[in-house]
DNA sequence: ACGCAGGACAG
DNA sequence: CTGTCC
DNA sequence: GCGT
């Protein structure tokens, strides 16, 4: 974070996308250049060029590709056209360095024929690797507008059971919360990087009609309706939800009288109102207080706190989730204690139901918390809780910083480190990090760090995120190849 | 045309 | 194996 | 739906 670059706006060819490209314009912002979408003679104060990607040949793709951006007339613009390795040199340097160098002639039309092995060499290099650091969005952004109806886009898609669409739209939404101009056509819209043609022809419309009209339909869809009520049962996702309505079904009584539900099922219908209820904070709390409690009589040494949203710091939360170790601790050692306190919860009445009984470390329930600890929830302290929905996981001591990060979330978050895991030859799940070792045709994992919440990170090139950092539109991990 | 995280349980 | 969930 |  430098100051290198304050006051300059950059016009990055191409301008989109691509991978080093990216890092590239997220090395020149992060020392205090603006990004140009498009060239304008008096706003855009550099033009630089992926050299390795635009000169392969020739110079007329480049000066076809200014053009279209804006540049009038290649002889007479005082734009200098440069090589990117000027930012970099720049940067390494800590010092703005003069362009001459690094200029490319445009007046000229012959082609400057670059070395092949150079062009390896810069291509091979093994992982793109920046330094992430915690993101920062444009509050009160100027397209707010555009950024909610693409987020009820994506809520119309994660009903209807397409996940991948969904993680383009959260992408393409992420870009343009951190945009601090109004994109208001669909050639602004597709220089973002995540947006393509489909989520571009949207901002558009909605930039000039503040709506979508795709979203009306299917919003007001029976399909789509139907869909979010019985996705809303606990158990039921969108292959079950779509089977139901092929079948005729069309209320939550339809469903009762099935005899094929399962057992999360019939528990997912039977508190299909409480469970689609987000949870206040405050009341998380309590119940972390009545756990701490009743795990203190187990055995004193162990210690439960919650992850997930709460830790993220939300205000509410879908459900609880707890992550249960004591120090030394072994996942056997753990499972005695567990089913401890599950005696415990369940003579107390806390525990309700279980809807799966992961033998290996986890539990996740319905519980209600007794009248006398209600009382701090609802001030009358007569009446038992409202079942919430309560996860327990048991982690190794060892484990915990893997746990940590597993269980803090949030899942997007989740994905993005354990994809960038993936780049550096290693694997991230909730019990460590490992590297990926092959020898002949058997590939074994080879512990790396567990314990440590804030190494783990390191060792993956991303700076430590607090846990509200981790949240979806926070965090800005760059895209990797 | 392909990948988009990784792991666990119910049925 | 498929579907669902964390 | 997007990027490669
Ligand atoms: O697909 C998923 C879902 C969840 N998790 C992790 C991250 C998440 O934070 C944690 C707990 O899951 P939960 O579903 O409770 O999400 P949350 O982040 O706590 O949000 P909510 O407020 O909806 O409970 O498990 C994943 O890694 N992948
Ligand atoms: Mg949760």
């Given at each position: 974070m430098t100051s290198l670059f304050l006051g300059l706006k950059f016009l990055f060819i191409p301008n989109s996308k691509a991978g080093v490209s990216k890092i590239r314009q997220k090395l020149a912002v992060d020392h205090g250049a603006q990004i140009c979408s498009a060239f304008g003679e008096t706003s855009t104060t550099h033009v630089l060029v992926d050299t390795k990607v635009v000169l392969t040949a020739n110079t007329e793709a480049l000066i076809r590709t200014l053009k279209k951006l804006g540049l009038r007339?290649?002889?007479?613009?005082?734009?200098?056209?440069?090589?990117?390795?000027?930012?970099?040199?720049?940067?390494?340097?800590?010092?703005l360095l003069p362009t001459a160098n690094y200029t490319i002639d445009l007046a000229r039309p012959s082609a400057k024929k670059r070395k092949v092995s150079s062009l390896r060499k810069a291509e091979s290099r093994p992982i793109v690797d920046t330094t992430l650091e915690p993101g920062e969005k444009v509050l009160d952004s100027p397209n707010?507008?555009?950024?909610?109806?693409?987020?009820?886009?994506?809520?119309?898609?994660?009903?209807n059971g397409e996940a991948y669409k969904v993680k383009a739209y959260r992408n393409a939404i992420d870009t343009l919360q951190?945009?601090?101009?109004?994109?208001?056509?669909?050639?602004?819209?597709?220089?973002?990087?995540?947006?393509?043609?489909?989520?571009?022809?949207?901002i558009e419309e909605i930039s000039r009609t503040h709506h979508l009209r795709q979203l009306d339909v299917s919003k007001g869809s029976r399909h789509t309706q139907l869909m979010k009520l019985f996705k809303g049962i606990y158990g039921v996702g969108t292959v079950i939800a779509k089977k139901w309505i092929d079948e005729g079904m069309t209320s939550l009584d339809d469903i009762k009288n099935r005899t094929d539900l399962?057992?999360?099922?019939?528990l997912g219908?039977?508190?299909?109102?409480?469970?689609?209820?987000?949870?206040?904070?405050?009341?998380?709390?309590?119940?972390?207080?009545?756990?701490?409690?009743m795990l203190n009589r187990v055995d004193p040494l162990i210690e439960a706190t919650i992850g997930g949203s709460y830790r993220r710091g939300a205000k509410t939360c879908g459900d609880i989730d707890f992550i249960v170790t004591k120090p030394d601790a072994t996942m056997e050692a753990?499972?005695?204690?567990?089913?401890?306190?599950?005696?415990?919860?369940?003579?107390?009445?806390?525990?309700?139901?279980?809807?799966?009984?992961?033998v290996k470390n986890k539990l996740l329930t319905g519980c209600s918390l007794p009248p006398l600890w209600n009382k701090k929830v609802d001030g009358q302290g007569e009446e038992w809780g409202k079942c919430r929905r309560v996860d327990f996981l048991?982690?190794?001591?060892?484990?915990?910083?893997?746990?940590?990060?597993y269980f803090t979330g949030d899942d997007e978050f989740n994905?993005?480190?354990?994809?960038?895991?993936?780049?550096?030859?290693?694997?991230?799940?909730?019990?460590?990090?490992?590297?990926?070792?092959?020898?002949?045709?058997k590939e074994r994992h080879e512990l790396v760090e567990s314990f440590d919440e804030k190494k783990i990170m390191s060792l993956l090139n991303v700076k430590w995120h607090e846990p509200e950092q981790r949240n979806t539109g926070v965090f800005d991990i760059a895209w990797n190849g």
């Open positions: 007339d290649i002889a007479k613009t005082n734009v200098p056209v440069v090589g990117q390795e000027w930012l970099v040199q720049c940067v390494s340097k800590s010092e707010q507008t555009s950024v909610d109806v693409l987020n009820e886009m994506a809520e119309q898609h994660r009903i951190r945009v601090s101009t109004p994109v208001t056509s669909y050639s602004q819209a597709i220089q973002l990087e995540g947006v393509g043609p489909a989520i571009a022809k949207k399962t057992d999360a099922q019939r219908l039977q508190y299909y109102d409480e469970w689609n209820e987000r949870i206040p904070r405050s009341e998380c709390t309590i119940h972390a207080e009545y756990v701490q409690y753990l499972q005695a204690d567990m089913d401890n306190l599950i005696d415990t919860i369940k003579q107390a009445g806390y525990l309700q139901c279980i809807l799966h009984h992961h048991l982690v190794p001591w060892k484990e915990l910083g893997a746990a940590m990060i994905k993005k480190l354990r994809y960038r895991a993936q780049k550096h030859g290693m694997v991230l799940n909730g019990t460590g990090l490992y590297k990926i070792v092959r020898d002949g045709s």
